[in-house]
């Protein structure tokens, strides 16, 4: 009803589990990471385990959109059926012929063994994906683990995944249930989102659907997160109805009364959680005023309250910045970085300076970004500022996207800003932090909110990177030259595969980059174009200036 109002392309907060508005968290991203090393293990069971509405099945239809073609799926939705009825369904699921007169486990097996070495010996492999796991029962998880036992004398037929909710830890942590756990070569949980974490959540799935961040103010995250706990799918509900609400007032932005009632029509009232709040409510008052009444005594003087009040109002204008609430960043500046403590003085608002031409910005841009790496723009030069970085063995990179985007190329870059009387500038973005952002603006330090920002600029940045030796443009199969060495060597330091050193780029070459692209927020394609070999460098620590520091804290 209100994606006309709000200009969005679609429904930004449904709860279907559409792989395209994956949040990938630092727990979301690890949980898909063990799912790959599952995916190239030679079998048994992994297990991905996590409260209700945390994302579970999201990573797991993430993950069947980028299989490889080699590999054959079973994917069951309700495990709550009986052995023979698995079997069934894991046959049929596997397009595996069974006479149907005479069914039966040994029967079923069979036909499920000779279909599996018959797709090994064509180069294929098989995965049985089981969601909802922990609605099995001890008869199925023990044929879960017979399954397993599916082998040649080289290698495991069937990896089996188990995606489910905590009980099946309890169940599996049984004394009867041990063979089934040790069949468990990895495991993970996922976990709710944290507080910093929800904007971010928010902002992804807003930008995806063709809206601003803006539509929630950063004042009101706390309450969302205070309601939802951090599980996204509580946050889903809540801004969608939040919305609705918006909508049904003609409002372009959510304000706390409409949030405040989207929350209450979410989670209907509990008067035993209500009594519980209330007395504990009156419990902290009573505890504050006697120590306001013995701190008064001790003091030998009555402080009057207005005085009281007055010296609370002081303290609250007069703390340092970083401790007032500021927009919440991505996951990952939350998780790498430490508070501010530049001593670049925090401004209110982002300024161009008066005594310098705006006709100016980008040249004075570029060359604040080049003095970080070492070298300056010749100023008569024939050659644009992209065209000199090749010199010095760099290129240019131009993109779009959010801060999350930023924090993982990690390194300066150029912004173009828009300022509050409708003028565009460029300038350099030297430095992130959990409130901040430092910038180069005609060559003079300004440190800013995140807020102001996010009002100023639009996602569009230019970085320059190092080219690996005799890249050109990018890499893809049966290529070969020092790029790929290079990628080899690169890619070593982070999977910590070793392989022959080849100066070809073969197939098991490009199943390690797609692994390394779906892992890093990259379209796993195979390919090695410029975003991926910068993100390669951010992760091997050759990406020259950091824009996040790791001195800090």
């Given at each position: 009803?209100?994606?006309?109002?709000?200009?969005?392309?679609?429904?930004?907060?449904?709860?279907?589990?559409?792989?395209?508005?994956?949040?990938m968290s630092e727990r979301h991203r690890d949980?898909?990471?063990?799912?790959?090393?599952?995916?190239?293990?030679?079998?048994?069971?992994?297990?991905?385990?996590?409260?209700?509405?945390?994302?579970?099945?999201?990573?797991?239809?993430?993950?069947?959109?980028?299989?490889?073609?080699?590999?054959?799926?079973?994917?069951?939705?309700?495990?709550?059926?009986?052995?023979?009825?698995?079997?069934?369904?894991?046959?049929?699921?596997?397009?595996?012929?069974?006479?149907?007169?005479?069914?039966?486990?040994?029967?079923?097996?069979?036909?499920?063994?000779?279909?599996?070495?018959?797709?090994?010996?064509?180069?294929?492999?098989?995965?049985?994906?089981?969601?909802?796991?922990?609605?099995?029962?001890?008869?199925?998880?023990?044929?879960?683990?017979?399954?397993?036992?599916?082998?040649?004398?080289?290698?495991?037929?069937?990896?089996?995944?188990?995606?489910?909710?905590?009980?099946?830890?309890?169940?599996?942590?049984?004394?009867?249930?041990?063979?089934?756990?040790?069949?468990?070569?990895?495991?993970?949980?996922?976990?709710?989102?944290?507080?910093?974490?929800?904007?971010?959540?928010?902002?992804?799935?807003?930008?995806?659907?063709?809206?601003?961040?803006?539509?929630?103010?950063?004042?009101?995250?706390?309450?969302?997160?205070?309601?939802?706990?951090?599980?996204?799918?509580?946050?889903?509900?809540?801004?969608?109805?939040?919305?609705?609400?918006?909508?049904?007032?003609?409002?372009?932005?959510?304000?706390?009364?409409?949030?405040?009632?989207?929350?209450?029509?979410v989670f209907p009232s509990n008067p035993k959680?209500?009594?519980?709040?209330?007395?504990?409510?009156?419990?902290?008052?009573?505890?504050?005023?006697?120590?306001?009444?013995?701190?008064?005594?001790?003091?030998?003087?009555?402080?009057?309250?207005?005085?009281?009040?007055?010296?609370?109002?002081?303290?609250?204008?007069?703390?340092?910045?970083?401790?007032?609430?500021?927009?919440?960043?991505?996951?990952?500046?939350?998780?790498?970085?430490?508070?501010?403590?530049?001593?670049?003085?925090?401004?209110?608002?982002?300024?161009?300076?008066?005594?310098?031409?705006?006709?100016?910005?980008?040249?004075?841009?570029?060359?604040?970004?080049?003095?970080?790496?070492?070298?300056?723009?010749?100023?008569?030069?024939?050659?644009?500022?992209?065209?000199?970085?090749?010199?010095?063995?760099?290129?240019?990179?131009?993109?779009?996207?959010?801060?999350?985007?930023?924090?993982?190329?990690?390194?300066?870059?150029?912004?173009?800003?828009?300022?509050?009387?409708?003028?565009?500038?460029?300038?350099?973005?030297?430095?992130?932090?959990?409130?901040?952002?430092?910038?180069?603006?005609?060559?003079?330090?300004?440190?800013?909110?995140?807020?102001?920002?996010?009002?100023?600029?639009?996602?569009?940045?230019?970085?320059?990177?190092?080219?690996?030796?005799?890249?050109?443009?990018?890499?893809?199969?049966?290529?070969?030259?020092?790029?790929?060495?290079?990628?080899?060597?690169?890619?070593?330091?982070?999977?910590?595969?070793?392989?022959?050193?080849?100066?070809?780029?073969?197939?098991?070459?490009?199943?390690?980059?797609?692994?390394?692209?779906?892992?890093?927020?990259?379209?796993?394609?195979?390919?090695?174009?410029?975003?991926?070999?910068?993100?390669?460098?951010?992760?091997?620590?050759?990406?020259?200036?950091?824009?996040?520091?790791?001195?800090?804290?």
């Amino acid at each position: 009803m209100y994606q006309d109002h709000f200009h969005l392309n679609e429904m930004p907060f449904s709860i279907a589990p559409d792989p395209r508005f994956l949040f990938m968290s630092e727990r979301h991203r690890d949980a898909m990471a063990h799912l790959l090393f599952g995916l190239q293990g030679e079998g048994g069971i992994v297990l991905l385990t996590g409260e209700v509405g945390t994302g579970k099945t999201t990573i797991c239809r993430s993950l069947l959109e980028q299989l490889p073609e080699n590999i054959d799926v079973a994917f069951i939705l309700n495990p709550r059926m009986s052995v023979d009825e698995l079997l069934q369904t894991i046959c049929e699921e596997f397009h595996i012929a069974f006479p149907k007169r005479r069914t039966g486990i040994k029967v079923l097996v069979d036909a499920l063994n000779a279909k599996l070495l018959e797709s090994h010996a064509q180069g294929r492999r098989a995965v049985l994906i089981v969601d909802e796991a922990q609605n099995l029962d001890a008869s199925i998880l023990e044929q879960l683990r017979l399954l397993t036992n599916l082998e040649t004398s080289s290698r495991k037929l069937l990896q089996i995944f188990l995606i489910a909710q905590p009980e099946l830890n309890t169940t599996l942590s049984q004394p009867e249930m041990r063979q089934v756990s040790q069949r468990v070569v990895a495991r993970y949980h996922l976990t709710r989102l944290s507080k910093l974490e929800v904007y971010a959540y928010i902002a992804h799935r807003l930008r995806i659907s063709g809206a601003s961040p803006m539509l929630f103010p950063e004042k009101l995250i706390k309450e969302i997160y205070r309601a939802s706990n951090g599980v996204p799918r509580l946050i889903n509900l809540i801004c969608d109805r939040a919305l609705l609400g918006a909508y049904s007032q003609a409002k372009q932005q959510i304000t706390l009364p409409v949030l405040r009632q989207a929350i209450k029509e979410v989670f209907p009232s509990n008067p035993k959680r209500f009594r519980n709040e209330l007395i504990l409510s009156v419990l902290l008052i009573s505890v504050i005023c006697i120590v306001i009444l013995l701190s008064t005594q001790f003091s030998g003087n009555k402080t009057p309250w207005a005085q009281v009040n007055n010296a609370s109002k002081s303290t609250l204008d007069t703390a340092p910045a970083a401790t007032q609430q500021s927009i919440v960043p991505p996951v990952s500046i939350v998780s790498k970085i430490s508070p501010n403590t530049l001593e670049v003085p925090l401004s209110s608002s982002l300024k161009w300076p008066g005594d310098k031409r705006l006709a100016d910005s980008e040249r004075l841009a570029f060359q604040s970004l080049f003095k970080l790496y070492g070298f300056d723009i010749e100023q008569q030069s024939n050659h644009t500022p992209c065209q000199q970085a090749e010199a010095h063995g760099m290129n240019c990179y131009a993109g779009h996207g959010g801060l999350n985007d930023l924090v993982k190329l990690n390194q300066p870059v150029l912004t173009r800003l828009l300022s509050s009387d409708g003028k565009e500038y460029s300038a350099t973005l030297t430095a992130l932090d959990t409130e901040s952002a430092t910038l180069m603006i005609a060559g003079i330090s300004q440190r800013v909110p995140l807020m102001e920002l996010a009002n100023a600029w639009y996602g569009q940045y230019i970085l320059i990177w190092y080219e690996p030796p005799g890249f050109n443009r990018q890499l893809t199969l049966n290529d070969r030259g020092q790029a790929v060495t290079w990628l080899r060597h690169a890619l070593e330091s982070i999977d910590g595969i070793r392989d022959n050193g080849s100066d070809v780029f073969d197939i098991s070459l490009a199943k390690r980059i797609r692994a390394f692209q779906l892992t890093d927020g990259i379209q796993p394609d195979g390919v090695v174009g410029p975003l991926t070999l910068i993100r390669l460098n951010s992760r091997t620590g050759k990406s020259g200036p950091r824009l996040i520091s790791e001195n800090r804290g």
